[in-house]
Each structure stands twice: as structure tokens, then as C-alpha cells.
């Protein structure tokens, strides 16, 4: 797993990830999630490259959302593909991370 980071206009930081969110990619991540969800209010995760999502991952996303939440912010993942848009609904994440369509959609709803 590989996750590139960005700061957009209006203090947003975009996550940009590629590979699979298993246990070996959410392990990748976990530390480097938790010093966005620290640092900033407004995140954006693009999971357009993201080709597999197992519960670990979804993990990492929801307790980064709830870090971010806390702090009176937002995080939002956008272009999941149709299994992780799927496991996202079924397990009900979609109540705590928000999941939309694009990044502009992802931009409004963390703006």
C-alpha cells in the first residue's frame, strides 16, 4: 500500500492511496493516517486505486474519521470501487466516514 498526501486550498490534506487495504497495507498506513488525523480537520481520501478493502483497513478509516470528528472536523473517501462502496454501506461506515462520488464532492462535504 502506498498513500501520498497533499494540502489542498482551504486546509484540506488529500490522501491519495494505491494497493490494498489489507492487513499488510493498513499496517502501512495506520501511523502515518494517525498524524493526518491529528494535524488536520478537513481530509479527503481518494480510493480509486484501492483494490481491495479488508476490516483492518476499514479500521484505519474509522478511527482516523472519529480522531478527525472529535475535533470538530471531516474525513471523506471518494471513488471507492462498487466492493468497498458495498462494505462500506453494508457495515454501516458510510454513518461515520462519508463516502461520495468524486473529490469535489469530497471537498464539499468535509468544507
Excluded: H, W
Excluded at 471531516?74 to 466516514?97: E, H, K, M, W
Amino acid at each position: 500500500m502506498q498513500m501520498d498526501r497533499q494540502e489542498l486550498e482551504g486546509g484540506i490534506c488529500k490522501i491519495t492511496l494505491n494497493g490494498s487495504l489489507d492487513i499488510e497495507g493498513a499496517g502501512a498506513v495506520e501511523t502515518p493516517f494517525n498524524e493526518v488525523s491529528e494535524t488536520y480537520k478537513k481530509v479527503i481520501v481518494d480510493m480509486t486505486n484501492v483494490d481491495f478493502l479488508a476490516s483492518i483497513g476499514i479500521r484505519v478509516l474509522v478511527k482516523s474519521a472519529k480522531t478527525i470528528g472529535g475535533r470538530g472536523g471531516r474525513l471523506a473517501v471518494y471513488n471507492p470501487n462498487d466492493a468497498a462502496r458495498s462494505v462500506l454501506a453494508s457495515t454501516g461506515v458510510d454513518t461515520i466516514v462519508f463516502v461520495e462520488d468524486d473529490e469535489a464532492a469530497a471537498i464539499d462535504v468535509v468544507s
